[in-house]
């Protein structure tokens, strides 16, 4: 894991868009925002092989709430071939300390609610937690991925020294076993079979989603946990004060 520094690696971010996700070119970040990141406060990291190919990338932007300083991580993706191996984690823990090391404390982005793979990995994984919803956020998004689904998001926050994040870190569950859940939002587990058949249906199951997560993030709710299994995936909520949260208030966030 390290800068990518030259614009050839940078142009390898613009193809791994293409590749892993199926974008279409209006949707690709293109290479200048890749070089520009790197001159403005942002940075690009790559995860290279022993021979020098480089297989996977993650990108940040410099952002604030207020006065409040953080990153807002534009995309984090690894080579098709290459996934399963650990190295999502290892690059979004490389981001983590490249963070730290500029005096900040959280980084956000976003990431599609019924995507249990990527769920799972940024709350159970990393130690995230979500507290904002953003319907159709992006508006059409040609993707294979999308399935032509409206664009709904949920905000990951991670807050980098929080007490979820360090268990993460040691690879232990944030959420303390056991713990019982304030509130729970489950949902079929084949979402992208059922877009690709019966989009109708997986419309309405994506609405209903929206409908409760709104509701409970609306009432003082923090996503702060994630159970995958074969047929159904589940968020697990508690209250904001029980989320191992710094003292930041919704409305900095806006």
């Known amino acids: 894991m390290r800068p990518c520094e030259t614009r ?5 971010c613009v193809d791994l868009q293409r590749r892993i996700w199926g974008y279409a070119d209006s949707e690709v970040y293109p290479l200048r925002l890749f070089i520009n990141l790197t001159k403005t406060g942002g940075h690009v990291l790559g995860a290279f092989t022993p021979q020098g190919q480089q297989v996977g990338f993650v990108a ?8 409040r300083r953080y990153y807002h991580s534009l995309s984090l993706g690894v080579a098709p071939e290459h996934e399963n191996r650990g190295l999502g984690r290892a690059l979004k823990f490389a981001q983590r300390d490249e963070a730290i090391r500029r005096g900040l404390a959280c980084i956000e982005w976003t990431f599609d609610p019924l995507r249990a793979k990527n769920a799972f990995f940024n709350i159970e994984r990393l130690g995230a937690i979500a507290r904002r919803y953003l319907p159709d956020h992006y508006g059409p998004v ?3 991925l999308q399935q032509g689904l409206p664009s709904d ?14 268990r993460a870190l040691l690879g232990e569950p944030p959420r303390p076993d056991g713990k019982k859940a304030a509130a729970q939002v489950s949902w079929t587990s ?26 409970y993030l609306g009432a003082s709710l923090a996503i702060t946990g994630f159970v ?11 209250l904001e004060t029980e989320a191992d949260l710094p003292e930041v208030s919704q409305s900095e966030l806006r």
Request: no cysteine.
């Open 8 to 12: 050839e690696e940078l142009a390898v």
């Open 142 to 144: 040609e993707s294979r």
């Open 60 to 67: 940040s932007m410099p952002a604030w709430h207020g006065r």
């Open 228 to 238: 995958r299994a074969e047929r159904e995936n589940r968020y697990l909520l508690d």
């Open 190 to 215: 084949d979402i992208g079979q059922l877009a690709e058949t019966k989009p109708e249906r997986a419309r309405a199951v994506q609405l209903a989603v929206r409908e409760r997560l709104q509701e």
């Open 153 to 166: 998001r949920l905000v990951a926050e991670w807050w980098l020294l929080s007490p979820r994040v360090l």
